[in-house]
T-cell receptor
Framework: DTAVSQTPKYLVTQMGNDKSIKCEQN?????MYWYKQDSKKFLKIMFS???????INETVPNRFSPKSPDKAHLNLHINSLELGDSAVYFC???????????????FGPGTRLTVL | QKEVEQNSGPLSVPEGAIASLNCTYS??????FFWYRQYSGKSPELIMS????GDKEDGRFTAQLNKASQYVSLLIRDSQPSDSATYLC??????????FGAGTRLFVKA
């Protein structure tokens, strides 16, 4: 059973297009995340949802819009794609610790986005 | 700006040696610390988590935390070629935000 799954695994598209990446977790976790990992392998948080509510919204262009229809799903829609959006996007989930902090994060396999 | 810093490497060690990976963080209020391993083309996976000062051992891995020095390390004993990967230090600064370091690339030579 896949714990955190993402689709698609690869996404190649032209500049200016709109695309979506989907994420699902079957771990029963309360919190889900989107990370961007650039060519230098730096993993940077973009968004986080806890129980379907947006709790982290880092400095990300508003062309990126997350949506969480339920606790198990967190999708990422990107409008007007730019060359600089090329990266690997990871979805992750975690269970809340009793003190309200994020615990171990479980990552999906990643979506490699290439904008031409 | 809260930061997590690691030496990017590459760190090269011979098979059977001890690999020592280091990480410093800037937010003194940080409470949870994690080491993730990421193989090329794969997603990060948890190696160790540590929450209190001192050492925590799990098999060949030992995490060390010194909150006063804002320093966390990972020791890998009896390094194997299969340990060759990028190791990411991650620090939870409170709430649900975890900041990752840029990672240290480790090469274990057979």
């Amino acid at each position: 059973d896949t714990a955190v799954s993402q689709t698609p695994k690869y996404l190649v598209t032209q500049m200016g297009n709109d695309k979506s990446i989907k994420c699902e977790q079957n771990l029963g976790h309360d919190t889900m995340y989107w990370y961007k990992q650039d060519s230098k392998k730096f993993l940077k948080i973009m968004f986080s949802y806890n129980n379907k509510e947006l709790i982290i919204n880092e400095t990300v262009p508003n062309r990126f819009s997350p949506k969480s229809p339920d606790k198990a799903h967190l999708n990422l829609h990107i409008n007007s794609l730019e060359l600089g959006d090329s990266a690997v996007y990871f979805c992750a989930s975690s269970q809340d610790s009793p003190s309200g902090r994020a615990d171990t994060q479980y990552f999906g396999p990643g979506t490699r986005l290439t904008v031409l | 700006q809260k930061e997590v810093e690691q030496n990017s490497g590459p760190l090269s060690v011979p098979e059977g040696a001890i690999a020592s990976l280091n990480c410093t963080y800037s937010d003194r209020g940080s409470q949870s610390f994690f080491w993730y391993r990421q193989y090329s083309g794969k997603s990060p996976e948890l190696i160790m988590s540590i929450y209190s000062n001192g050492d925590k051992e799990d098999g060949r891995f030992t995490a060390q935390l010194n909150k006063a020095s804002q320093y966390v390390s990972l020791l890998i004993r009896d390094s194997q070629p299969s340990d060759s990967a990028t190791y990411l230090c991650a620090v939870n600064t409170g709430g649900f935000k975890t900041i990752f370091g840029a990672g240290t690339r480790l090469f274990v030579k057979a």
